[in-house]
């Protein structure tokens, strides 16, 4: 059993401790010490990291009431001498101890209970029992969590026996019948809790709720504290900076421009389209005009190289418009070859007859009805599966 020093104190970061268990696992060393103060990961909260006598130790996990601390390499001695990352551990007591601010918040003014918490590596989640939630309520509950961060109300941390349990008014039950610790925030939460958390609220800096969605479990939050929110505003601020600077327009009036942008550029592209479909369609006017005639029927080949595969379709769609047309259309883009087959409603040729042999002779895949087809093969075999396609098309054709 490990002496579990993190419950005591979340602030020491360098302790000496004696090494009483060691396994070697997958080329990394599983080490059990003493006692100590590196936190292992649970209740949402990821592990700490550090150094063990300056071998880098990036996960600590609890097993049976032991601590691991997994690290690339083995001390030598059997006292070793720990650094825990201070800045990886503040971050999350900045993090956990938001949480439960913003936890006991959401419980008093909306009677939404807290049914999941995490941290993440750039921002964290709580899981509410809320079926909606929307921008008013999102800031309600940011100026009254940021109220009783501004007061620096002190955290306290403590474990209870059944008597004060009873007592106190925790905003959830306990998760394990024994060695109940609770993190108090002074006359706002009571929560049953193992992880590590700031001496006062002060400490949080700011919450910030960043976005929320709904699922089946209720409404997901995802929000920042301390720094994780000053550099949040940091990347945004610069973000705002940067449009105003190149939109030339005041910071109040960014958005109302960018949206007047996005609806000009909906209208261009939507001219650019019409556009586009008229050269399209004189292309395939002039494709047919100097395709080859067989048994009555236009077929019309062509190799491209960087069209799109949209704008292959759309040429397609536009021949076979004609009666008596067929096209084998084929397209080279890098690593892919793009074939479509496809043919007039007046053509007695089902496409997809004989299209998946084309394709199964040259490894390509694909497929479609029975008039157009769409399949792709590599560039250096699509030549020759066009080729296939041509002659049994022209076989078919002259039959008729």
């Known amino acids: ?166 007592k106190l008014p925790l905003r959830k039950q306990p998760q394990v019948s024994e060695n109940i610790r609770i993190v108090e925030i002074e006359g706002i939460d009571y929560s049953p809790c193992g992880g590590t958390h700031v001496m006062t609220t002060g400490e949080i800096g700011i919450v910030k709720i960043k976005k929320w969605e709904k699922t089946n479990k209720g409404i997901r939050l995802e929000f920042v504290a301390g720094f994780r929110a000053l550099y949040d505003y940091h990347i945004k601020n610069n973000y705002v900076n940067a449009l105003c600077h190149l939109l030339s327009e005041q910071e109040e009036n960014i958005l109302e421009h960018v949206l007047k942008l996005l609806e000009e550029n909906k209208e261009v592209k939507k001219e650019v389209n ?32 960087n069209r799109t595969t949209e704008e292959l379709k759309i040429l397609a769609k536009y021949i076979v418009s004609n009666d008596k047309c067929i096209a084998i259309l084929g397209n080279k883009r890098g690593e892919t070859g793009d074939l479509v087959v496809s043919r007039s409603g007046d053509v007695d040729i089902v496409v997809n007859g004989f299209f998946k042999e084309v394709l199964r002779v040259f490894d390509g895949k694909g497929g479609g009805n029975a008039y157009m087809c769409q399949g792709g093969v590599s560039p250096d075999r699509l030549e020759l599966a066009m080729d296939k396609a041509l002659s049994i098309v022209i076989d078919e054709t002259n039959k008729r």
Not at 93 to 118: D, P, W
Not at 153 to 161: E, L, R
Request: aromatic residues 12%; proline residues 2%.
């Open 1 to 166: 059993m490990t002496e579990k020093l993190f419950y005591e104190d979340s602030y020491i970061t360098e302790f000496d401790a004696n090494i009483v268990d060691k396994r070697k696992i997958n080329n990394k060393w599983e080490l059990v010490l003493d006692k100590t103060y590196f936190y292992p990961e649970g209740g949402g909260q990821p592990s700490d990291t550090g150094l063990i006598d300056g071998i880098k130790v990036y996960k600590i996990y609890e097993e049976n009431d032991t601590v691991y601390h997994l690290a690339d390499k083995c001390p030598e001695g059997i006292k070793v001498h720990c650094q825990v990352d201070w800045e990886r551990r503040f971050d999350h007591m900045q993090q956990h101890t938001g949480q439960h601010l913003l936890s006991a918040v959401l419980e008093k003014k909306y009677g939404a209970h807290t049914q999941s918490f995490s941290i993440g590596d750039k921002s964290s989640h709580i899981t509410i029992t809320k079926d909606t939630f929307n921008e008013e309520e999102a800031f309600e509950v940011e100026k009254e969590v940021n109220s009783f961060v501004y007061k620096n109300i002190p955290v306290k941390t403590y474990f209870a026996d059944e008597e004060m349990l009873k």
């Open 274 to 305: 019409i556009l586009k479909e008229n050269i399209l369609l004189e292309e395939s006017r002039n494709l047919i005009k100097s395709s080859e005639l067989h048994g009555g029927i236009h077929i019309v080949y062509k190799l491209y190289e």
